[in-house]
């Protein structure tokens, strides 16, 4: 069987993004392979116009103060493994890499608050007035160009100057797509549409912004979640995100309706849409989950999903058509094992595409213990994908790494907390444990395609010499990509490890490069000492990782619902990041947007804030 990395979805009134963060395989030293898979075809709809509330809209006259509480799913979605692979490395073979200095100075670097929890609990207009899910944690979107910053956070999107100013208000994601309000705050409550994971990417080449998010119909009176499920996509009319976008919707149930195909255990949906693009088209990968896993009804888990469009079709505002590869149906090297998170490259402005390619790479700890693997995959052909139908070819190969392993959760400093240290009288007149932070896991994170290699990164396990306890580290890989003919191969360029002394933690990694090949990765950074914090570590192709520079400093621990007993959390463990994000702008710039506890106003169930910040390398 299976084993599906959990992601606890809570659904309070209160209602946690959609996200059942999956996992999966093993790992058998293996040899490089290449696999190819016949494509599929699936469609994509147009679905009309949008653009963001203005600057100057009211704002809701609800506090966001609320502890309505809303039965739903609130689910670990756990597939149990059978028995254990040998080839697995034993645990002795953690990471103990040496701990990275603490930079006392930053150099180079500027930054400002983004959107926290209570901007996204608020925002809204109009018939959207207050009808935001209260959500841990803030999934982060974040892209840069042409003088402009795009933020999104779980259901909530911002436009800012380089300089930090405002220029939208505060827009609600299903009021951007058109969608149902999440929730209307009647008596009875009446739910609408879900939404979760938004990612977010400036096109240079076509001076476009892509947005995309996942989205799952809700029954109104039951916040069951229905068939169908869809990735939504909306692409900019011109080369500001201020102005007026296109909007579509990709099917992704698979049971044969809507012209998907069908797969086992459907209707399904399209679990953490990632993005990339190449020179000639737009990729989105899923993870697809049965539905009826969100209701704790069971289900399956059908792999990643990759699908490919014209992205120069987009940009005009054509509809393309749709290849689709299920790489479920893809053999591993590992009896059981089944691909996940396969992650589309991006490449930065000024930098060169790969010819007629769009590279990915992806993890390959298929049952949630230990690895010394990744895998690169080519998707050969895409100037084809102008054509009615396009003629693609998918590979993949495995590369020998370093290793890396599922993390433990990290430990954090404690201080005022007024949501945990409210007497609760359910509890007995108890109150809240500190909350620990959850590492999730270790698949493989946003990335970049730059100076003609692949750079990316995974939370991972470590142990820090002469630390006792594990903690949360990062591993990062460099990879040299080739090509003969349509088949993949690679090798590691360079790799290493971030890691903190003194039990402290760095996780959520994103490596945002530029096209000299100059690296910047952002992370959190949280200690027993140390409130959660953004931070960040300079990253290149020859010396490596440097040291860890702070630059959003926390004020306060995380002290929100998701992490405790009152609120559904079984392990005092709050979610937290999920991911960060990083991108380059066209003077060579780093933009990147972290969770972290800022000292700012807050609403009485949760406390989580974002830091943008840019880095000159």
């Not at 689709?324 to 000024?350: R, V």
């Not at 990694?509 to 100059?518: H, L, M, T, W």
Request: net charge negative.
């Amino acid at each position: 069987m299976v084993s599906i990395k959990a992601r606890r979805i809570l659904c309070l009134t209160i209602l946690v993004a959609l996200s059942a963060n999956l996992a999966t395989i093993s790992s058998a030293r293996a040899t490089s392979s290449a696999q190819t898979q016949n494509p599929a075809y699936t469609h994509l709809v147009y679905t009309g116009t949008s653009s963001f509330t203005s600057l100057t809209a009211a704002s809701a006259t609800d506090d966001g103060n609320s502890l309505e509480i809303r039965g739903g799913p609130s689910v670990d979605q756990l597939i149990p493994k059978s028995g254990s692979n040998a080839a697995h490395l034993p645990a002795k073979h953690i990471p103990t890499p040496t701990a990275n200095a603490i930079a006392t100075s930053n150099p180079g670097f500027s930054g400002f608050d983004g959107i926290t929890h209570r901007d996204q609990r608020l925002a809204g207009t109009g018939p959207y007035t207050n009808t935001q899910f209260n959500k841990e944690p803030p999934d982060q979107g974040l892209c840069v160009g042409n003088g402009f910053v795009l933020e999104i956070i779980n259901t909530a999107l911002r436009v800012y100057t380089t300089s930090g100013s405002t220029l939208t208000g505060t827009t609600a994601i299903n009021q951007f797509f058109n969608l149902q309000p999440e929730v209307v705050r009647t008596t009875p409550l009446v739910f609408g549409n879900s939404t979760a994971d938004p990612r977010c990417y400036f096109d240079s080449s076509t001076n476009r912004w892509f947005l995309t998010v996942l989205e799952i119909d809700l029954d109104p009176s039951t916040a069951a979640s229905l068939s169908p499920s869809r990735i939504l996509l909306a692409v900019s009319q011109t080369g500001t995100p201020a102005g007026m976008w296109n909007m579509y919707e990709l099917f992704t149930s698979d049971d044969g309706s809507n012209g998907t195909p069908i797969h086992s255990g459907c209707p399904c949906f399209g679990d953490q849409p990632l993005i990339g693009a190449d020179a000639n088209g737009f990729y989105i990968s899923t993870n697809e989950f049965s539905t009826s896993l969100l209701n704790g009804l069971g289900g399956v888990f059908n792999g990643a999903q990759i699908y490919a469009m014209s992205k120069t079709a987009l940009a005009s505002g054509i509809l393309p058509t749709v290849v689709m590869f299920n790489t479920g149906a893809i053999p591993t090297p590992d009896a059981g094992g089944i691909w996940y998170t396969i992650q589309p490259a991006t490449t930065p402005p000024g930098g060169s595409f790969q010819a007629n390619t769009e590279y990915f790479l992806s993890a390959l700890d298929f049952f949630s213990t230990t690895d010394n693997r990744i895998a690169i995959w080519a998707l050969t052909g895409t100037s084809t994908l102008a054509n009615p139908t396009p003629t693609l070819n998918l590979s993949q190969s495995i590369i020998t790494s370093e290793t890396y392993g599922q993390p433990p959760d990290a430990l954090q400093k404690d201080g005022a907390r007024p949501l945990g240290t409210m007497t609760i009288p359910s509890l007995g007149g108890q109150k809240e444990k500190l909350e620990l932070l959850a590492g999730n896991d270790d698949r493989m994170n946003q990335v970049v395609f730059a100076s003609g290699k692949l750079w990316s990164a995974v939370n991972t396990v470590v142990q820090v010499p002469r630390d006792n306890p594990t903690t949360i580290g990062i591993a990062y890989f460099i990879v040299t990509p080739t090509l003969s003919g349509s088949t993949v191969g690679g090798s590691i360029a360079k790799q290493g490890y971030v890691a903190a002394a003194g039990g402290a933690s760095v996780m959520f990694p994103a490596i945002g490069v530029n096209n000299s090949g100059q690296g910047v990765m952002a992370f959190t950074f949280v200690g027993p000492n140390d409130f959660p914090s953004a931070a960040y570590s300079s990253v290149d192709a020859a010396s490596g990782s440097g040291s860890i520079h702070i630059a959003g400093a926390g004020t306060a621990p995380e002290d929100g619902f998701s992490g405790y007993h009152f609120f559904g959390s079984p392990n005092r463990t709050a979610r937290w990041g999920d991911y960060s994000a990083a991108s380059a702008d066209s003077a060579g710039n780093i933009w990147m947007g972290t969770e972290y506890i800022p000292n700012l106003p807050r609403s009485l169930i949760a406390n989580w804030g974002t830091f943008i910040s840019q880095v000159t390398p």
